[in-house]
């Protein structure tokens, strides 16, 4: 990129071989790369039709993004429950939630560990409602089918950002295997360029027609979500690697589940893994379950020992203030009152336990470092049990 002195300008050579590589590693007929994996969403919900008055179901435990994402497109989130042992989207209170102002569902594949698309698709059987699954976690994660994260829905939306799997500091993609979709999301995150098609973000097909004063450059109004070349040649060196970063944090995940399953502790449940599935740990997950101890003395103590810091979950979607907020001022349409469990959700699970989980980190570089958290997390177990 640098020794081209961005001769490529808006036609994105880098980019388009990012994508080229990204959805020929999923199988996906399209990738649209973008500059976040809040983007994305929003394309992706664009691609869907989700506007004015829609109603999008998202799980209410997850990053305050997605709702932005359907705040974004004037339409209204709608709070699903998730498993008390998978910690993901719920099947059957999603059956509860839909309704005949359902657009779309957002799927969110959190922590490394995909949803029962499944049952999920059963529940929307012969509903026309689209489906894009939040892949920002999940890099190679597999079902019981051996299907791929990103490639049962409609979409498929992946962020690039410092923390996950691979990362160009700041990125997302999006992959889907139909043209319109495809198109759609492209044209909008590319400022509705005439010349955008599915497969390419090129704009300058011919350079005399685009410099032809009579040449109309927009046909659609969009946003500017484009990758830069310097970050789409990052996001490509990281994509040729994404086997090895998948594979490190897996290790480092099994090796925390390994340890918790021999010390036998009841103080940690981790993440439910069904039967099938592979979980590519963008963390490493668990129920805390002192009852006499608070979760901060354990996180204390295991830092004490030499352990990274653990993170806790978001808050629940629908507890953010600005969500509260902006229901309360009315900004946006749909079924509005507070009151209303039905068209927002009660999500009684979801909320008791995102005050319990701990996430710990799997982003080791070394097998040393990996062996420095497991002693860390023995100290503190070890501690605590006696």
């Known amino acids: 990129v640098l020794s081209s002195d961005f001769s490529s300008g808006a036609d994105k050579s880098f980019a388009e ?6 959805a020929k590693i999923h199988n996906q007929k399209f990738a649209i790369a973008s500059n976040s994996g ?18 999008v179901i998202i799980p209410a435990l997850t990053v305050a993004m997605c709702g932005f994402a359907v ?3 004037g339409a209204v989130p709608v709070y699903c429950d998730v498993d008390p042992d998978t910690f993901l989207l719920d099947p059957k209170d999603l059956k509860k939630k839909i309704s005949n102002k359902t657009k779309a569902i957002m799927v969110v594949h959190i922590y490394g560990l995909m949803c029962n698309m499944t049952d999920i698709l059963k529940v929307i059987k012969y509903k026309k409602i689209g489906i894009i699954e939040d892949c920002a976690q999940c890099f190679l994660g597999r079902d019981d089918k051996n299907r791929i994260s990103g490639t049962v829905g409609d979409i498929g939306s992946w962020s690039l950002e410092s923390s996950k799997h691979i990362s160009c500091s700041e990125g997302g993609i999006l992959t889907t295997n139909k043209s319109y979709l495809a198109k759609k999301m492209r044209k909008f995150g590319g400022l509705g360029f005439t010349n955008i098609s599915a497969r390419s973000g090129k704009v300058r097909i011919s350079k005399d027609k685009f410099q032809d004063p009579k040449w109309k450059r927009h046909d659609e109004i969009g946003y500017n979500y484009r990758l830069s070349e310097i970050s789409a040649a990052v996001a490509l060196a990281q994509t040729e690697k994404l086997n090895y970063f998948v594979n490190k944090r897996m290790r480092s995940g099994k090796a925390y589940r390994d340890l918790i399953i021999q010390t036998k502790t009841k103080l940690l449940i981790p993440q439910k893994v069904p039967k099938g599935y592979t979980h590519s740990y963008y963390t490493f997950a668990a129920l805390f379950n ?30 953010e203030p600005c969500f509260l907020n902006a229901r309360k001022k009315g900004i946006y349409s749909g079924r509005m009152k507070l009151s209303d469990s039905y068209g927002y959700g009660e999500v009684p699970i979801a909320e008791k336990i995102q005050k319990n989980i701990m996430q710990f980190t799997t982003n080791q570089n070394s097998d040393n470092a990996i062996k420095v958290q497991l002693k860390a997390l023995k100290k503190t177990l070890q501690y605590f049990n006696s």
């Open 38 to 55: 809040t983007s994305t969403l929003h394309q992706g919900l664009i691609s869907l039709g989700v506007g004015h008055g829609d109603e």
């Open 71 to 73: 705040y974004q497109c």
């Open 290 to 319: 002192g009852s006499k101890i608070s979760w901060q003395e354990f996180r204390k103590k295991y830092i004490e020992n030499g352990g990274d810091g653990i993170y806790a979950a978001w808050q629940t979607v629908n507890n």
């Open 17 to 22: 071989k990012f994508e080229l590589k990204f």
